[in-house]
């Protein structure tokens, strides 16, 4: 009896463990980004990014990679100290005006790495920026970095 009462509880078990919805989680990184071979990966974990910019060849990120390789959407609220004096990229033809308020980059589906690429251009503001990432509709990680001088 009491072998038999151990294969049911066993066998409840496995079926409740198989009925739990899997947890994808994700780490998500920033800082300076590299691209070789058509792949961009990143290339130094910072906070701290030095004002050069996208014509100097310079690009910085987040770099998100899932737990598990199913799908999901990705997208980005940016943040400025201040009004730059260009947009471009995703956020051209953007009001300048709306720095305070956030640029919200497209959301688009990911399966594995997801890169959202970011650069400065002349005019763009020094000071403490923020981004706010999101997977599948929900805040997942608020960046705080800073864009020096040279």
């Known amino acids: ?3 038999l009462n151990r294969i049911t509880v066993s066998a409840l078990l496995v079926l409740i463990l198989a009925s ?3 947890v994808q989680s994700y780490d998500i990184k920033f800082g300076l980004l590299q691209s070789v071979d058509g792949i961009t990966t990143l290339a130094e ?3 701290k990014i030095a004002y050069k910019t996208r014509a ?3 690009y910085f990120g987040v770099v ?4 598990a390789s ?9 943040y400025l100290p201040g009004v730059p004096l260009v947009l471009s990229g995703n956020l051209k033809g953007e009001d300048p005006d709306k720095a305070p308020e956030g640029y919200k980059s497209p959301t688009y589906r990911a399966k594995g790495v997801a890169v959202h690429t970011m650069g400065l251009d002349p005019g763009d503001p020094f000071g403490i920026y923020r981004a706010e990432v999101f997977i599948n509709g929900k805040l997942e990680k608020e960046i705080f970095f800073e864009v020096t001088k040279k």
């Open 20 to 22: 739990c919805e899997k």
């Open 56 to 58: 100097e060849g310079q």
């Open 64 to 67: 998100v990679t899932p737990s």
């Open 70 to 78: 199913e799908e999901y959407t990705t997208s980005k609220v940016t």
């Open 1 to 3: 009896m009491k072998y």
């Open 45 to 47: 974990e910072t906070n």
